[in-house]
């Protein structure tokens, strides 16, 4: 009975309920995504903001270092505000404008308090740093440079050769080169001695003395002596003898030295800096919004999208289902159609899994044609070969029992003979369907080839001799298989007896043991009619035969070649033939190094 599939089940159904529900799903998990993009967005352009900021700012504070004003600091002003994509402007402590990015600045525009101040000798706003690019009379003369790096390149040469160490020749702000190690521990100073790049050079101690004049003045204001100033801008001082009952000097006199160190060294850079400037880092346009509005009219777009893509979903759901589910309905009328006993087809289109599928059935009922085919014939065949034995067995006995024909022992002889070829038949399928089952039993022992073989050629001589035709064996050395020989034998036999039948007087089956590699080979070839190539392909089907006709003589029963196959594939063997018209067939026996070879246990 014909049962239609319920709509809640089908294909179609199906799919679109997983699209509704997937499009929902990646709507909602879509709308989630890109608030928390935004968010994690917004973070990220504050971040990169600030160090937009950081680097303008640094960038600038590096310049009024190395320059003594700002007045060639409009194209570098420029290209940090086209880097960044802000306003950069420069003032005056009094917000009297020195440089702007925008062609046409507008006062009224800039923020209420600047982003920074820019200041070299006062980089740090609460403890008043001087910026260390901030170098002014400290910086070295060229030769001074080209001297000190000479000798700093010879000291890494010497540290690399000595002690296998690279040291690396870095500069500092004011050309002075010095030695990094990579965190090598230090070495004697008496292997590679260097003394020159440990002592200022003569621009450092003029300056250095500058300094420390300076600064002696300061303390000397101050009541405290003058110290020394070392190049590395810390100070000492030889402690000066204490009077009996005198006061000792406090703490606090070493923070005078501090204080006066670092208002000596701004004042010793002040002609070599620009001077202080107010930084104001703006947006453009307006300012840039960093929130995620959710307005009405927003949440009506986010809506309107939504359904569009809800809208989109279910008609191509709708679309790609129909174009799927119309084959599979083919191809269920076309099972329906096989179990009613036909072969149909189906039309196979395109090249997706619905068209192999297709293609697979087609071939699965073209192959259940020529199975039903064979079937039909193996049937008639069958009864065939059955009937004629039967016949014969039954129209001698009517006879004898009608008093024709006397039950002399010619009779019986004959009788017999007719229920030994049905014996066999009878044998021969149960051989083929045992195999055919896999359970075919083989008792494997050690089998001498050449003896086999032997054996087969003496079982079948006197047939051979009574056709005219010549049987010859040849085992090419010392051969042996570990086989079951009944069945090998068996194997053997049948393409013997079905050489023999093929081949005409007169002429000659040989069988031939050979080694070929790891597998054995025996061989049984005929000087017979030999097999077309369209009829070498069916040889081994049963109940087929290249002579149609049933007589003894070469019609045979159609299960020799088969059931000769199925015993060489239960010893995981292989059975092919090969064959010139006219010039006979030649059927190998392919044993694999599992099954030939040394005796195995």
Same mark, same amino acid.
Request: aromatic share 4%; proline share 6%.
């Given at each position: ?6 709509? !809640? ?120 740093? =001087? ?145 202080? &400037? ?133 009779? =019986? ?21 045992? &195999? ?14 050449? @003896? ?25 050395? @010392?051969?042996? &298989? ?16 079905? &050489? ?22 025996? @061989? ?17 089907? !049963? ?59």
């Amino acid at each position: 009975m014909r049962r239609e599939v319920p709509l !809640r089940r089908s294909l179609l159904v199906r799919l679109l309920a997983v699209s509704v529900l997937v499009s929902i799903g990646s709507i909602a998990a879509t709308a989630w995504l890109t608030a928390r993009s935004t968010t994690v967005a917004i973070r990220q352009e504050q971040g990169r903001a600030l160090a937009d900021d950081a680097r303008v700012y640094d960038t600038l504070l590096g310049y009024a270092a190395t320059h003594h004003g700002w007045d060639d600091a409009g194209d570098l002003v420029r290209r940090l505000a086209a880097d960044t994509g802000r306003r950069i402007t420069l003032t005056t402590e009094q917000r009297t404008p020195l440089l702007d990015s925008d062609a046409e600045p507008r006062a009224a525009a800039l923020p209420s308090r600047p982003s920074a101040v820019v200041d070299p000798l006062s980089a740090d706003a609460t403890q008043g740093h =001087i910026d260390p690019r901030a170098v002014g009379p400290y910086r070295l003369t060229r030769k001074e440079r080209d001297d000190l790096r000479a000798t700093a390149q010879r000291r890494a040469l010497c540290l690399r050769r000595t002690f296998g160490v690279y040291a690396q020749v870095t500069e500092s702000p004011n050309g002075r080169p010095a030695l990094t190690t990579g965190g090598a521990q230090p070495y004697p100073e008496t292997r590679c001695p260097s003394p020159v790049l440990e002592q200022p050079t003569t621009t450092e101690r003029r300056a250095l003395a500058a300094l420390e004049k300076l600064t002696g003045s300061c303390l000397k204001r101050k009541g405290e002596p003058a110290v020394r100033i070392n190049p590395d801008f810390t100070w000492t001082r030889e402690p000066a003898p204490v009077a009996p009952g005198a006061p000792r000097t406090t703490a606090s006199a070493g923070g005078t030295v501090s204080t006066c160190l670092a208002a000596a060294r701004r004042e010793q850079l002040g002609p070599y800096v620009a001077p202080p &400037a107010l930084l104001f880092i703006s947006s453009r346009g307006g300012g840039v919004s960093t929130g995620f509005d959710l307005s009405p009219a927003n949440q009506a777009r986010i809506a309107g999208v939504a359904a569009l893509v809800l809208l989109f979903t279910v008609t191509a759901t709708v679309i790609a289902g129909t174009r799927l589910s119309r084959p599979l309905r083919e191809l269920t009328e076309a099972v329906r159609r096989t179990e009613q006993g036909g072969a149909p087809r189906v039309e196979v289109k395109g090249r997706d899994e619905i068209a192999h599928l297709a293609a697979a059935f087609n071939a699965m009922a073209e192959r259940r044609e020529q199975l039903e085919h064979l079937r039909k014939a193996m049937v008639s065949d069958v009864a065939h070969e059955l009937r004629t034995p039967l016949s014969t067995i039954r129209g001698w006995l009517e006879a004898t029992e009608d008093g024709v024909v006397a039950p002399d022992r010619e009779l =019986i002889s004959s009788l017999l003979e007719e229920a030994l070829l049905l014996q066999h038949i009878i044998d021969d399928l149960q051989d083929l369907a045992m &195999a055919e089952a896999g359970e075919l039993r083989l008792r494997r022992e050690p089998v001498e080839v050449a @003896d086999l073989l032997a054996q087969v050629a003496t079982a079948h001589r006197a047939g051979a001799e009574q056709a005219g035709v010549t049987l010859r064996t040849r085992a090419d050395g @010392d051969l042996r &298989a570990f086989a079951d020989p009944v069945r090998l034998r068996q194997a053997a036999g049948n393409l013997v007896s079905n &050489a023999v039948r093929h081949t005409p007087r007169g002429g000659a089956v040989t069988l031939h043991a050979r080694r070929d590699g790891h597998h054995l080979l025996v @061989d049984v070839a005929d000087t017979g009619t030999g097999i077309a190539p369209d009829d070498l392909a069916l040889v081994f089907e !049963r109940f087929w035969r290249v002579e149609k006709s049933r007589n003894r003589r070469t019609g045979g029963s159609g299960l020799g070649l088969p059931i000769a196959r199925k015993l060489v594939e239960a010893h995981g063997g292989t059975l092919t033939a090969t064959s010139t018209p006219g010039r006979g067939s030649i059927f190998t026996i392919r044993l694999p190094a599992g099954v030939c070879g040394e005796e195995q246990g």
